[in-house]
T-cell receptor
Framework: DGGITQSPKYLFRKEGQNVTLSCEQN?????MYWYRQDPGQGLRLIYY???????QKGDIAEGYSVSREKKESFPLTVTSAQKNPTAFYLC?????????????FGQGTRLTVV | GDSVTQMEGPVTLSEEAFLTINCTYT??????LFWYVQYPGEGLQLLLK?????DKGSNKGFEATYRKETTSFHLEKGSVQVSDSAVYFC???????????FGTGTRLQVFP
């Protein structure tokens, strides 16, 4: 079955440690996205990528990094520079932009920093 | 830059009541507009979309019309059910890029 897989579903890390969240898609989509969701703040765009080996910062990129070495994969690293990393992280993918294609979402990773 | 403004929730309704959730947007070019729904503990699912002015998206009894003159894409349903309780997100995808921006979400609670 085609879809987007985020892993793990729950992640606990100690303060000051970097952590990488996985996002894999087998939909052959060019565009991929990372969002952060906090209560009452909706989804805020961290990074997005329109094509392999290229990505752009979203609205809250500070303290995060990404790579896009393969079309299927768009991992997100939450670095120690991110001041408040505890949140729900959602990955999405989409075909290219003509005609307004929808984005498909993974089930999310809930990161808790202790 | 592109942005979306949604009415704040929670919206609390009795079953069979009429629903409206307001959404307005700012975007360059000819954006596409979306409504997504999120059930507890899950990712987002597309509810409906519209890709050009005056298009009406519809699904599961929900409707929204792309109004370019008022830059709005309000979500409506004539008779809500308890199972419609969820968080609803309005989103805009810019006409010139793949950047996809969401509103803050509106929680809908429907009581029997």
């Amino acid at each position: 079955d085609g879809g987007i897989t985020q892993s793990p579903k729950y992640l606990f890390r100690k303060e000051g440690q970097n952590v990488t969240l996985s996002c894999e898609q087998n939909l052959n989509h060019d565009a991929m996205y990372w969002y952060r969701q906090d209560p009452g703040q909706g989804l805020r765009l961290i990074y997005y990528s329109q094509i392999v080996n290229d990505f752009q910062k979203g609205d809250i990129a500070e303290g995060y990094s990404v790579s896009r070495e393969k079309k299927e994969s768009f991992p997100l690293t939450v670095t120690s520079a991110q001041k408040n990393p505890t949140a729900f992280y959602l990955c999405a993918s989409s075909p290219p932009g003509q005609g307004g294609p929808e984005a498909f979402f993974g089930q999310g990773t809930r990161l808790t920093v202790v | 830059g592109d942005s979306v403004t949604q009415m704040e929730g929670p919206v609390t309704l009795s079953e069979e009541a009429f629903l409206t959730i307001n959404c307005t947007y700012t975007a360059t070019g000819y954006p596409s507009l979306f409504w997504y729904v999120q059930y507890p503990g899950e990712g987002l699912q597309l509810l409906l979309k519209a890709t050009k002015a005056d298009d009406k998206g519809s699904n599961k009894g929900f409707e929204a019309t792309y109004r370019k003159e008022t830059t709005s894409f309000h979500l409506e349903k004539g008779s809500v059910q308890v199972s419609d309780s969820a968080v609803y997100f309005c989103a805009v995808r810019g006409g010139n890029t793949d950047k996809l921006i969401f509103g803050t979400g509106t929680r809908l609670q429907v009581f029997p």
